[in-house]
């Protein structure tokens, strides 16, 4: 499921169905991702010629060849670019093969990653390469009389723009009015599509009852009620298969016939280490978000976690980061409340009966100790999620105040 996005009384939400298509769809679907692949590169070439132009005048600048810098480049404008591409589509008849709301959307996405390079939340856009993992693109639906260029028919069958009529496994319902849909290949050669609609929102039955997680490395989650969630490690249990392929794939001359087939091997292993490490995941958050009312989580630091070497591969299986993403999107869903606790609030060490700080348990190693104030003796995990969920209640309470 992709995210949710909220607008009023509606959210935009994503099934993903597995796509059967013939080799003719399959090649048509190939084409549509390296037009709007070369679209995007095409796009982002020319707003880079136009930015080097400044670094030349610059650098005069600094050299004392100019008085000042006087060049002010455009910004890039998705708009601007669009035009320019149906003007250069004229001259490249085998772009107009593909769908063309599938290469407008490509340069969209560009727009939007200059848009956050330009308020600096993130770095400057790069080139797109066809030997990234996921190949992908999206088509929008529009709607002529009420029907769609992108819909269900005859039950196991979806129509896409230039495509035609293609065979998907339906695992599920689709509600709402269809936006757009985007199809996707994996490295191990299987098509996926994601269909995204806009859906009414809906609200399960209220719950009584409120939960703070602990998240960890050698059980999943701890529950502040005392549940358990013990870590699956999807990874390990796969690494042994994983390695052997690898090394299979390293004796392999690069490019042959047998080299692409034994790579396939290997993305299959990761494929059903991510398959496995989803529908866990999945399974879990749905379970936690109808169960309870108010979630009270801790805002982790992956990134920061992952510097350690020692530990980087087993933070990376757990998907901290994943998982609060689902809960995150599920409780707005079903109209749920998600509390994020401050990473600085030092849960583990603190006694959820007396608060009273205890500075010895910083170490990982204590996953017991006994307060010294009140001697009440605390499994680590336990204490951790009970202060959890009384800082989220805490916080809470202030809001409501402050409304």
Known sequence: MDDVKEKSDTYHKGFKFRLYPTNEQAIQFNKTIGCCRYSFNLALKKQKEKDFLWWITEEMFQNGQLLSNEWKGPRFSANASMK???QFKKTTPWLKEVDSTAIQNAIQYLGEAYDSYYKKEKGRPKFKSKKNAIQSYTSKCNYNKGVGTIRIVDENYIILPKVGK?????????????????????PSGKYFVSVL????????????????????????????????????????????????????????????QNWHKQKKKVAKVHEKIANAREDFLQKLSTMLV???????????????????????????????????RMV??????????????????????????????NKAVKDLAVREWECP????????????AKNILAEGLRILSEMDEAV
């Open 290 to 324: 109808h169960e309870n009312q108010v979630i009270s989580i801790e805002d982790i630091r992956v990134k920061n976690l992952l510097k350690n070497g020692n530990l980087a591969k087993a933070i990376s299986d757990v998907s901290w980061s994943e998982f609060r």
């Open 373 to 384: 104030n009140c001697r009440t003796t605390h499994d680590r995990d336990h204490n951790a």
């Open 166 to 186: 293609v065979r998907f496994a339906k695992s599920k319902e689709i509600d709402g009015k269809i936006i757009n849909a985007t199809v996707r290949r994996t």
């Open 84 to 86: 320019d591409h149906t």
């Open 197 to 256: 609609c806009e859906v009414k929102k809906e609200f399960t039955q209220l719950s009584m009852f409120e939960t703070g997680i602990d998240v960890g490395l050698k059980d999943f989650a701890t529950l502040s009620d005392g549940t358990v969630i013990h870590n699956p490690k999807h990874f390990y249990g796969l690494e042994e298969k994983l390695k052997k392929e690898q090394r299979i794939l390293s004796r392999r001359i690069v490019g042959s």
């Open 328 to 357: 995150t999107y599920k409780c707005k869903w079903y109209g749920k409340t998600l509390v994020v606790v401050g990473s600085n609030y030092a849960s583990s060490q603190l006694c959820n009966k007396c608060k009273y700080k």
